[in-house]
């Protein structure tokens, strides 16, 4: 993959994880800046996404652990777990907000 192909997808997901909070019945803040984008729980805990372009990779930094996913197979695969992107971030989101989360890409 080249960079614009990664910038393209890395965007497209930042973009699909913010319009998936803004349809969610759970009050969840975000911000989003420079390739950042930092969700925010009642109790004050973060979910913090970020794009990693010299890697070609999206961090997530979870109030548990960190996760580096790559672009494999037409999706966003954490490579330490294997897990798929929104599986790892719904996860962690329903965690940290104490009640079920279910984020989907549209």
């Known amino acids: 993959m080249n960079d614009r192909e990664y910038d393209e997808l890395a ?7 913010e319009e998936a909070i803004e349809q969610l019945d759970v009050d969840l803040d975000y911000e989003s800046h420079g390739g950042l984008l930092e969700v925010t729980f009642n109790n004050g805990s973060k979910i913090i996404i970020n794009k990693q ?41 329903s965690k940290q907000a104490g009640v079920p989360v279910q984020l989907e890409p549209k």
């Open 11 to 17: 965007d497209a997901t930042m973009l699909a994880v």
């Open 53 to 93: 372009p010299p890697l070609q990779q999206i961090w997530v930094a979870t109030k548990f652990n960190g996760h580096h996913c790559e672009w494999k197979d037409g999706q966003w695969i954490d490579n330490r777990s294997g897990l798929e992107f929104w599986t790892l971030v719904n996860d962690a989101a």
